[in-house]
């Protein structure tokens, strides 16, 4: 027989550790939807307290202000985006080929999968704080780099013959983020397509 | 002898006509430095006329609000941009390899000695009206169909061998946009190493 009494406790203790974290995560979701969506500017605490349902002062308890919230926003994206990708261009075991093959996948299937989250532009610039700023962009460089260091690393094999290894990065990261821009689940091409064609772009670029 | 009495009248009359379009393009062109540096929502109209010099009910006088002259710096920049590069992507007295050759050096050379204009993401898509957004994004188009048309007659005329006219014309595209947001003058590259370079990725891809 099952001790109800005693699941019942669980659950609740559980949920109020966990109601802390899951509730920072969900206010994230929630203001970085409603941020894409509206604009950084246009976005009240109350417009995201009311897409959570709950009071904007449950909201103060976890978040200082909006700015707080898009830091976090972009701090958690950036850090999952850097751990998903870096170790793969860096693996020894991989050719630089196969390398920058799932950088091309992985770079469009996240952008694509979160794609309110990546927040480009003028509210990241204007709306964070230059200690924030610096963060993301380390982040950012962090990723570059890595994507950079593949390339070099498949020239100095022979495998590409890339014009200069920094220019063609920066060249190669801005096609595949313009990609979010026009790409849409509901348009003519399936995501495999773009990701195909893509691929096939970079590797002209790099051979 | 000079008839100073007609000349002082022929100033006089010349600055009473000229003031208003002349007026227009300095608040035009302050307002795109302060978006630019700012941000469209940190600017106020009060900045703008302090910038040109003039009092806000001056202002007043040439554009009704904020959305007024963003869309003017939008419409204007983007007519030219495209009055300068489409009729050189259709000349038909120029190769398809040519055509995108000077393409390129345009884009970027506009793009960098115009950069605060270009106002680009998010303060166009959500401080213009749905009117001035369709116009714009004519515009855009009028200059990517060129693009693409070039590249296609060069496909067709065995000159390049893209993946696919219309994502070859993105990623081609997205990559020289890129360009604005880190090429600085003082940098250790010259605009024309940038230009040289890019080039030379947009012909590996093409090709």
Redesign the interface.
Known sequence: MIDTSATVLTVARKRSLDEGPVLREAIMDASADLFYE?????TSIRDIADAVGISSSTMYHHFTNKQDILHACVARFMTEFVAATVPILKDPTRSPTERVREMVRLHLEISDDRRSELL????I??ALNPEQQKEGIALQQAYHDAVRDAIRDGTARGEFAA??PE??T??????L???R??YRADGTLSRDE?IG??T??VF??L?
Request: net charge neutral; charged share 25%; glycine share 12%.
């Open positions: 509206r604009g950084f500017g246009a480009v532009g003028n509210p610039r204007h014009v200069d220019i063609t920066m060249a190669v990261l801005d096609m983020n313009g990609v821009e026009w773009v064609m893509y096939e772009i002209k670029v051979r």
